[in-house]
């Protein structure tokens, strides 16, 4: 679970967000998530968090998914991305819309009605920092002492990807998102499917991945490894990775081992990025990167965003 906190970019009104969590419901009872019974898990009913609504100006903890069938366990929600859930996303009293993750910039502040809302900190796994929030100039490239134009890509969602990336933020690198089933990975380009692909694993996903569903997971980087460009985007740190998991079995060092392993035999980048916010811009400037990259070379140009640098 990550916490967020935001900050309007006129008068500093802040507020804070946290979550998702999930809950085991018992009936008309509801409990959020606690240790394991007997090393089993009861089943998971829905998720939890504490979203915030710019209308009532008030943080709310709400019940934002419901499965009308109960998961099994804790990485069910992530390794079954297609169950169904019944998903609020309205608020129960002004019914206007409510947020965990904000949109950079679009929430207007209801306090100076001027400013808008932008990332002020998180605190995860790595506790609390400060991170800047992303750019929003376009990419620039320049060459021969002339700037170069180069055209935004669409981002390729494979539809099938449960509470992912949508790129908003970054309207000034791309030119749109498109939801369609990939045959592999989560994240490509427009017209370089068959070049690039992104795969992303939360931690619980990376664990059963890993763990439970072995046999798929090698499979899967088997099919990642022909990719010319390709790579696993984790959400989670390191030093949350080698935490022993309150729900699974599963030993730290079994599983960086195996992404170690991953790394060595099929040649595939890992990353460890802090937070959702943090990988989605990591995925985002790659993705962005990459296709300036290939549309030079293919156009004629150097191979490099600016002479002389990188």
């Not at 709400?62 to 998903?87: C, M, N, S």
């Not at 409510?98 to 950079?104: F, H, M, N, Q, T």
């Not at 993705?287 to 990188?310: M, P, Q, T, V």
Request: glycine share 8%; charged share 25%; net charge positive.
């Amino acid at each position: 679970m990550v916490t967020y906190e935001y900050e309007c970019n006129h008068c500093g009104y802040r507020v804070k967000t946290s979550g998702p969590w999930p809950y085991y419901g018992d009936g008309r009872k509801r409990a959020s998530i606690g240790e394991p019974v007997n090393g089993v898990s009861r089943p998971v009913h829905g998720l939890v968090a504490e979203v915030y609504c710019p209308v009532c100006d008030k943080e709310k903890t709400y019940i934002i998914a419901e499965y009308p069938k109960p998961l099994q366990t804790v990485d069910d929600i992530w390794f079954r991305p297609g169950a169904p859930a019944r998903l609020r996303t309205r608020c129960y009293k002004c019914k206007g819309s409510i947020a965990l993750v904000l949109p950079e910039g679009e929430v207007a502040c209801p306090r100076c009605r001027k400013g808008a809302f932008t990332s002020f900190w998180f605190e995860g796994d790595a506790g609390c920092l400060y991170p800047v929030s992303p750019t929003k100039t376009a990419l620039r490239v320049r060459q021969g002492g002339k700037s170069v134009k180069v055209p935004k890509p669409v981002v390729i969602i494979d539809s099938a990807e449960h509470m992912g990336y949508t790129f908003k933020r970054f309207t000034n690198w791309f030119a749109g998102t498109v939801r369609r089933r990939l045959p592999t990975g989560d994240y490509t380009l427009s017209g370089l499917e068959k070049e690039i692909v992104i795969e992303r694993k939360t931690l619980p996903d990376l664990v059963n991945s890993i763990i439970q569903e072995r046999k798929n997971f090698i499979a899967k980087c088997e099919k990642l490894a022909v990719f010319k460009k390709k790579c696993i985007v984790i959400e989670g740190s390191l030093s949350a990775l080698k935490t022993p998991y309150q729900e699974s079995q599963a030993h730290p060092n079994a599983v960086l081992g195996s992404i170690v392993a991953v790394q060595e035999r099929w040649d595939i980048p890992v990353y460890f990025l802090d937070t959702f916010l943090l990988a989605e811009e990591f995925v985002a400037s790659m993705l962005s990167k990459y296709h300036a990259l290939w549309w030079l070379e293919a156009n004629g140009y150097e191979r490099c965003i600016i002479e002389g640098d990188i």
